[in-house]
């Protein structure tokens, strides 16, 4: 049984300089101790980052990648992010109100996103597949941290 994950969300962001400010913003501010401390306190993340996409001309910022392996499904993933990691359930919402192409009726309010709106929106940005990760191990992270963690 696959144990480890794969989350590669393409979001394109609106192309206004509030937008492209945030989105740097986000990227560089990613890989902080906050950011790290709910990543593991979630026990279950085995790589994480974000990455710009450029604009074909070179110029500003396309979209956002959010790019993750982990254990567990995809529904157990974003529920632990949705119920128990403000932290992190607040970045994808920050990346949420950057998406360029929202439905009309779509909410702007984040506390009017519910689960399932969050679910389905990451799910449906999700350009990876089960089948396309390869993992040279099958150890989950906390089998990993408990072997190397030092006592």
Known sequence: MQTVNPLTMYVPIYQTDEAQATAQAAYQNFNNPLTKAALDKMAIVHY????????????GIAGILVI???DGNMNSYLEAFYNNSPTIKAAFLGVISL??????????DPKDITYTIFSNFINERNVSQVKDLYYAYPQSVKQIVAKFSKK
């Open 48 to 59: 994480a980052r974000i990455a710009l996409v450029p604009n074909t001309n070179g110029k």
């Open 99 to 108: 998406w360029a192409n929202k439905p009309a009726d779509f909410p702007t």
């Open 68 to 70: 993750t392996e982990f």
